[in-house]
C-alpha cells in the first residue's frame, strides 16, 4: 500500500506535518464511539493504520476502561463505556460520549471505509 500525500489529498498547498494533533488511541477510540458496529479492518482502513495496531489499541483502551469488547457470535463488538472520560486531568471532567457527540454535529458522521473482502 503506498502512503498517501495528504496535501494532494486535502487540496492543500502547504506540506502537513509528521504529526498529528490526536494520538492513534483517540482517533480509534473516536471512531467505534461513531460507528459501533466497525470492525477492526474497517477501523484499520479508515485510520490508515494496520490491523495489528489497532488490535493492540482496542486492548490498551479496554485495559483501562474506556471502550468494552463484547464477542457476538464470530466476532467482537466494541462500544464507548459509557461513564468513559479523558485521562489528563485539564480535561478530565468531560464526558468522552458528550466530546463524541459534539464532534458528530460539527464534522458529521464518520463512515465506514469501505475494505474489499
Known amino acids: 500500500m503506498e502512503p498517501i500525500d495528504q496535501n494532494e489529498t486535502l487540496g492543500r498547498s502547504q506540506a502537513v506535518p509528521g504529526w498529528t494533533l490526536v494520538t492513534s488511541h483517540g482517533l480509534v477510540l473516536v471512531y467505534v464511539a461513531m460507528n459501533q458496529d466497525a470492525t477492526i479492518r474497517q477501523i484499520a482502513t479508515a485510520l490508515e493504520i494496520t490491523e495489528r495496531r489497532v488490535a493492540d489499541i482496542i486492548r490498551d483502551l479496554a485495559k483501562?476502561?474506556?471502550?468494552?469488547?463484547?464477542?457476538?457470535?464470530?466476532?467482537?463488538?466494541?462500544?464507548?463505556?459509557?461513564?468513559?472520560?479523558?485521562?489528563?486531568?485539564?480535561?478530565?471532567?468531560?464526558?468522552?460520549?458528550?466530546?463524541?457527540?459534539?464532534?458528530?454535529?460539527?464534522?458529521?458522521s464518520v463512515k465506514h471505509a469501505q475494505v474489499a473482502d
Request: no cysteine; hydrophobic share 45%; charged share 30%.
Open 64 to 108: 483501562v476502561d474506556l471502550l468494552l469488547v463484547e464477542r457476538k457470535g464470530r466476532r467482537n463488538h466494541y462500544a464507548l463505556k459509557p461513564d468513559a472520560r479523558f485521562r489528563h486531568p485539564i480535561i478530565a471532567d468531560v464526558p468522552f460520549d458528550a466530546f463524541v457527540a459534539w464532534l458528530s454535529r460539527w464534522s458529521g
